[in-house]
């Protein structure tokens, strides 16, 4: 089965950086859509990223456009999440996804029922 494992959660001031890791289990990540959410306590979880299967495409949640940035290295079946300009409304448990396919136009790729894979969590906190 596909396991996914986030790590690079951690305490950040306002305005700091961090950079989250996904690694995923199986060979046959580069076939995968991958995508990250975030849910904070007593909110749900929230899209914030996409990423197609070979790297190309992305899309983001407009919460974080311009300040954070999906990428992926296949051959080391790892996505990333770099975020910069951090805000204390950024705090949450950030997840990693997978969904075994590809990425179309008439994918509901914001939501979370698309990707059945997912990571256990890495806690982010942004203090101001």
């Known amino acids: 089965q596909v396991q996914l494992v986030e790590s690079g959660g951690g305490l950040v001031q306002a305005g700091g950086s961090l950079r989250l890791s996904c690694a995923a289990s199986?060979?046959?990540?580069?076939?995968?859509?991958m995508g990250w959410f975030r849910q904070a306590p007593g909110k749900e979880r929230e899209f914030v990223a996409v990423i197609g299967r070979t790297g190309i495409s992305t899309y983001y949640a407009d919460s974080v456009k311009g300040r954070f940035t999906i990428s992926r290295d296949n051959a080391k079946k790892t996505v990333y999440l770099q975020m910069n300009s951090l805000k204390p409304e950024d705090t949450a448990v950030y997840f990693c996804?997978?969904?075994?396919?590809?990425?179309?136009?008439?994918?509901?790729?914001?939501?979370?029922?698309?990707?059945?894979?997912w990571g256990q969590g890495t806690q982010v906190t942004v203090s101001s």
């Open positions: 199986e060979r046959t990540f580069s076939t995968y859509t």
């Open positions: 996804a997978a969904h075994t396919g590809p990425w179309l136009p008439s994918s509901d790729y914001m939501s979370r029922a698309w990707y059945p894979y």
